[in-house]
């Protein structure tokens, strides 16, 4: 496993893999991203110049590796005003699933990669999270609130059923009574069935599961490393069964790609026992707009200018929003027609008609190495 640190120092650009029509040479199968754009905060970027002259070129190598962060935080604050949060922790950056819409694939560049293949190839891993968090926790400045696994990438990725950073953290909070949510793609958190029961006892959890669609073709496409979303769905099924409160995330809509499937994913997500739902428009800022369009336009040719433009119109006219309260759901005729469509189902699938409150009062602030009595 490389050092972060040693990787930025010698590393001075990125590969933006093109052939001469602009577009990458062949499919990667099993990742989102087809191409790596440069990163925007990179001096030096290389490019192909004349494709034709490259026998065999760096693109077909892609597989995943690992660099350890060491940093002395781990939780982030969050201030935007229309996330419902105070806190999200991150044991990974970068993710491995590979969605090609993800809005994490933009910070993935302050890392000093690529917002495209680099952000689910190179993936940083903090393998000191647990023992920082248990130090934010023994702080007396530390306000009991609930924190988010994970408010950027997957904290249930692929590595983590080697690493097991995530159930080291819920362990954490189970020590210390804080309660954390939990959002994944990945029916490996079914893993910690034990730890989130315990957690539930005292009202300390939730667990929310993100389906784009019901359609298994389309999320090989858009989602190539997730778990299946029978096996999503699963997940809803058996931590309900637990007594564990469970929602769903419809997210994000794709207008002209998975707009239509609303209806069927709180449906089944309702019959397995979630509670709760949500979901959110899909927007492409940043280095998001061409990554997604390049896939758009590889993967579904016939449809990807009206999708394009679908998406546009829900932002006014342009795919990235940055404004707050509009930037989730969208505006205009389709986006309005989808949030009275999403209310329509909540109400006929019973979704979000009690409000789930974590528990603050049982918090027990522990001095480093202080074991439990009780």
Same mark, same amino acid.
């Given at each position: ?29 099993? %990742? ?22 490259? &026998? ?5 190598? +892609? ?18 005003? &229309? ?93 210390? %009574? ?30 929310? +599961? ?49 707009? !239509? ?23 492409? @800022? ?12 590889? !993967? /579904? ?12 119109? +829900? ?10 309260? !509009? %930037? ?20 006929? /699938?019973?979704? @979000?008609? @009690?409000? /789930? ?5 049982? /918090? ?7 074991? %439990?009595?009780?």
């Amino acid at each position: 496993m490389l050092s972060l640190r040693k990787l930025i120092t010698h590393s001075i650009s990125y590969l933006y893999f093109m052939n001469s029509e602009g577009t990458p040479n062949t499919y990667i199968k099993g %990742r989102g991203a087809q191409l790596n754009p440069a990163n925007r905060f990179a001096v030096e970027a290389y490019a192909i110049e004349h494709p034709e002259a490259i &026998d065999d070129w760096e693109k077909n190598k +892609t597989e995943t590796s690992y660099y350890q962060e060491n940093g002395k935080t781990i939780l982030n604050k969050i201030t935007s005003p &229309d996330i419902p949060l105070s806190y999200s922790l991150n044991p990974y950056q970068g993710c491995e699933h590979g969605c090609v819409y993800c809005y994490a694939r933009n910070s993935h560049e302050y890392w000093g990669f690529s917002a495209g293949l680099d952000f689910e190839s190179k993936i940083v891993i903090k393998k000191r999270a647990p023992e920082l968090l248990r130090e934010m926790f023994s702080s007396k400045k530390w306000q009991c609130v609930p924190i988010s696994l994970s408010g950027n990438t997957d904290c249930y990725q692929p590595i983590e059923r080697k690493l097991g950073i995530t159930r080291k953290l819920l362990e954490v909070c189970l020590e210390y %009574r804080n309660p954390v949510g939990i959002i994944t793609k990945n029916a490996l958190v079914l893993r910690d069935a034990d730890i989130l029961q315990e957690l539930y006892k005292h009202n300390l959890v939730s667990v929310y +599961t993100s389906i784009t669609s019901m359609d298994e073709d389309l999320r090989r496409k858009l989602e190539p490393r997730t778990s299946k979303y029978e096996d999503r769905i699963k997940i809803i099924e058996q931590l309900s069964k637990l007594g564990i409160h469970c929602g769903v995330m419809n997210a994000p809509i794709i207008p002209g790609l998975n707009d !239509t499937h609303m209806f069927e994913v709180l449906r089944r997500a309702s019959l397995a026992g979630a509670q709760s739902a949500g979901y959110t428009m899909v927007r492409l @800022n940043g280095a998001i707009g061409p990554i997604f369009k390049d896939w758009l336009s590889l !993967t /579904f040719p016939d449809r990807a200018q009206k999708v394009w433009n679908m998406i546009a119109d +829900t932002h006014g006219g342009n795919v990235n929003d940055s404004r707050f309260e !509009t %930037r989730m759901k969208g505006e205009g005729n389709l986006a309005e027609m989808i949030e009275q469509q999403f209310k329509l189902y909540c109400r006929q /699938f019973h979704l @979000n008609e @009690n409000t /789930f409150t974590y528990n603050t009062d049982e /918090f027990i602030r522990l001095k480093p190495g202080q074991l %439990r009595l009780f």
